[in-house]
């Protein structure tokens, strides 16, 4: 398991575009490594062709993307065509899948106990880990077989996470490119003019308390 803030440890694996060595792979940019119960299966090719779709947002926001799924390279290079065809993509898969022999499904922490193989052996979730620049963890998430990921939702959590990397703000519940943030609460009330210029909101609360803290998306 990794936790946030700690280094993603580095692997090698084989993908469906040779050999990856992570750290390497990761140049300077953003990553998120994602994983699937398995090839061929119904979930996962509407996920990676959702996920395909979206690459020219992802690269726009700096971020590589590479998927995991315990089924050799072969099987990944056929299930590509799969999902391409479901998808009406056409060309080279934009991301590379990586062939897990399970090493790296029990290293991380991404198995799934309640869906298992014909073999008995438990399947990997649907697991997104989101690296920074820095090879830090900066998000997990983890989800059952059974349930697909929302990837416009990857995609905000990646607005967040690097607007809220730079900026003393965090964003409240549904925020969207754009929205209003909050001010963080070890943030000083004197010191809100200079951080803040385009102004800060406080909203009164029964408590009293001024946490509520408003302001613009910063710059
Ligand atoms: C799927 O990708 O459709 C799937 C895989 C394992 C269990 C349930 C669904």
Same mark, same amino acid.
């Given at each position: 398991?990794?936790?946030?803030? *700690? @280094?993603?440890?580095n692997f090698?694996a084989?993908?469906?575009?040779g *050999? ?7 140049e300077?940019k953003w990553?998120i ?6 090839d ?10 959702t $996920?395909?779709?979206?690459?020219? *947002?992802f690269? /726009?926001?700096?971020v590589?993307?590479i998927?995991?799924s315990? +089924?050799?390279?072969d099987s990944?290079?056929g299930?590509?065509?799969d999902?391409?065809?479901?998808s009406q ?8 899948? @990586? !062939? ?6 029990? /290293?991380f #922490?991404?198995? +799934?106990?309640d ?8 399947l990997?979730?649907r697991?997104?880990f989101i ?11 983890l989800?059952?077989?059974?349930t697909?990921?929302?990837?416009d ?6 607005? !967040? ?5 730079? /900026? /003393? ?6 925020? &969207? &490119? #754009?929205? +209003?943030c909050? $001010?963080i609460? !070890?943030?000083k009330?004197? +010191?809100i003019?200079k951080?803040?210029?385009? #102004?800060?909101?406080?909203?009164? $609360?029964?408590? #009293?308390? !001024? ?5 613009? &998306?910063? *710059?």
């Amino acid at each position: 398991m990794v936790n946030l803030g *700690e @280094i993603f440890p580095n692997f090698t694996a084989p993908t469906s575009q040779g *050999e990856i060595t992570f750290h390497d792979w990761l140049e300077d940019k953003w990553g998120i490594l994602f994983s699937h119960p398995a090839d061929y299966t119904p979930v996962c090719t509407t996920e990676l062709g959702t $996920v395909a779709k979206l690459v020219p *947002e992802f690269t /726009k926001r700096n971020v590589k993307l590479i998927a995991l799924s315990i +089924d050799d390279v072969d099987s990944h290079n056929g299930w590509i065509k799969d999902i391409q065809a479901d998808s009406q993509l056409t060309g080279e898969f934009p991301f590379p899948i @990586i !062939s897990d022999n399970r090493d790296l499904a029990v /290293k991380f #922490g991404m198995l +799934d106990p309640d869906e298992r193989d014909k073999a008995g052996l438990p399947l990997t979730a649907r697991c997104v880990f989101i690296v920074g620049p820095d090879k830090k963890l900066k998000l997990s998430l983890l989800y059952p077989a059974t349930t697909g990921r929302n990837f416009d939702e990857i995609l905000r959590v990646v607005d !967040s996470l690097q607007l809220t990397a730079t /900026k /003393k703000v965090a964003t409240p519940a549904n925020w &969207q &490119q #754009g929205g +209003d943030c909050m $001010v963080i609460p !070890s943030v000083k009330q004197e +010191d809100i003019p200079k951080l803040f210029p385009k #102004g800060v909101t406080m909203k009164p $609360v029964p408590s #009293g308390k !001024s946490y509520l803290r408003y302001t613009p &998306q910063p *710059e």
